[in-house]
């Protein structure tokens, strides 16, 4: 039974954590996934924005995930991503200061249950900016209740008079320094089952405030901690391209050396911190001041990490591309920047599903040279192998298509802010209208397929026309992978606009003449309907370049 609220006690710390983690990004909107992005610009800003950023959303685990994602994503270089990495293990020691001065030293019994009766109000409130806040002082609460909870269950359990595990431990300090190594691999083993350092930074500080454990052996739970949850972006890494698995690679790297010169000089650098501790916090209780030698200890030994490894970037960098080489399939035909899965918080995902559909309307774009490029074609050989280039492009429209959809209904899932909601509906209806215009762009490869196939050839004058409408739906296409592109609100959606019409116009005309045409016979009636369905199919595939234009547009004045 008590093993039962051990556990329960725990996932109430778990999921205060997280609830409180998400509504933090709920709060911050896109100026968290900005803010990461522009912050970056040499190692220094890096290590401080992902200290920043950890500190902020309480989840080291969400930072690197999200900064192995950007990379994937290609919004962070790997050097940026390795300076990164290193911030959000200064940030992830917060986490246990909250922890130490809040669980441990105040009786947060008598907060706990004003906070949940000031959250509900707010979670039920109109208004989301009130609605994230309440849900975080309901994670606040719940993580504190979760950790008192725990507490109280660890006293009740007597742990410290319990004959098997004074045994096991006692036993445990003969073996001199191999405690320290058994205790380490028990922390990671621990951290990588949970999925969370925080959760058990928490079960170390109640066993040494306790008295079960000794200051050493916890400290010992802590450094196995930072090797342990490097696993969860290198789970999320499996997926995703080379620089986003050399990313992760780093992480481990960076918490493993960490590590290794920490036990080089383990009990002399404890002792240091220790003593700096007793100095700092003289009159409080040893149970108290064991906790702050804890979180002392962890915050001391990733900053000093830190200091040393910054300076040596570059050769992390290079080690880790030494180690893990591109694949062989990684090419131009497979989505790029969303295969390395959904990131832990749906806020953060956003921008991995606006990238891919940039990349999206850049291949629609590349799709229609393409068939420029098969209207003059006259080898067999050759016209052969760029149709089949052309259908191929068409599966992997469709297939984009269905991933991204399903990507953001995945996302769609998640917390999210009311302006994210707005975004993912807009973004569906791009993605939707891009993919119409890879099928456009197939029909118009298929009948010039058909007239290459027959006897006859377009007149002079009808190629002129063709490429006249060709080069209107080019330049259509062109602005509108400016606009997908465009973050600042410097390019003028009107012009898409403008061509359409262009377009509009340029259709009816043509196609009046072409009635005048077939009965003059300047050409059959076959090649008149070939030269209306290219020139017909072009009007289309405008008319859904403005769709993807209006969709793009209408989000990003509702950002505005």
Known sequence: MFF???????????????????????????????????????????????????????????????????????????????????????????????????????DMNNLIFPLFALAVPLIFSNKSQKKSFGEFIFGFAFMFLGLTTLRENAMHMDLEHNAAIISFITSCKEWGFFSILLFLLIGGIITMCAQSSAAVMAITLILCSSGVLDLYLGIALVMGENIGTTVTSNIAALTANAQARRAALAHFIFNMFGVVWILCIFHPFVDMVSGVVDHLFTGV?????????????????????????????????????????????????RLRFITGGLLSTAELSIVQARKEINLFAVRSRRMFGMVRDLLHTTNENDFNKLFSRIEKYENISDNMELEIANYLNEVSEGRLSSESKLQIRA?????????????????????????????????????????????????????????????????????????????NNYRSQLKNQ??????????????????M????????????????????????????
Request: with cysteine; proline share 1%.
């Open 4 to 106: 039962l609220k051990l556990i329960g006690s725990l996932a109430l710390l778990m999921y205060g954590m997280k609830t409180m983690s998400e509504a933090l990004q709920k709060l911050t909107g896109g100026q968290l996934r900005h803010f990461l992005g522009a912050m970056t610009t040499n190692r220094f800003t890096g290590l401080l924005t992902g200290a920043f950023v950890t500190a902020s959303v309480q989840s080291s685990t969400a930072t690197t995930v999200m900064t192995v994602s950007f990379v994937n994503a290609g919004l962070l270089t790997l050097t940026q991503a390795i300076s990164v990495i290193m911030g959000a293990n200064i940030g992830t020691t917060v986490t246990a200061w909250i922890m130490s001065v809040f669980g441990f030293q105040i």
């Open 285 to 333: 209780s040893p149970e108290v001041a064991i906790t702050y030698k804890l979180s002392a200890f962890h915050t001391a030994f990733n900053i000093c990490n830190v200091l040393i490894l910054i300076w040596f970037i570059g050769p992390i960098e290079r080690v880790v591309c030494w180690v893990i080489k591109p694949k062989e399939d990684e090419k131009e035909f």
């Open 533 to 560: 369905d290219i020139i017909g199919e072009c009007e289309k595939l405008g008319d859904y370049v403005v769709n993807v234009v209006e969709a793009r547009t209408e989000m990003k004045e509702k950002k505005a």
């Open 427 to 503: 973004m569906l209806r791009e993605v939707t209208e891009l993919e119409s215009i890879g099928d456009s762009c197939y029909h118009l490869a298929r009948t010039i397929n058909h007239k290459f196939r027959g006897n006859e050839d377009f007149t002079e004058k009808q190629y002129d026309h063709i490429h006249q409408m060709l080069e209107l739906t080019d330049a259509a296409l062109e602005h509108m992978v400016l606009l997908e592109e465009d973050e600042h609100h410097l390019v003028d959606p009107n012009k898409s606009f403008n061509i359409e019409n262009e377009i």
């Open 514 to 531: 072409n009635v005048l045409d077939v009965n003059n016979k300047e050409y059959d009636y076959q090649m008149g309907v070939h030269y």
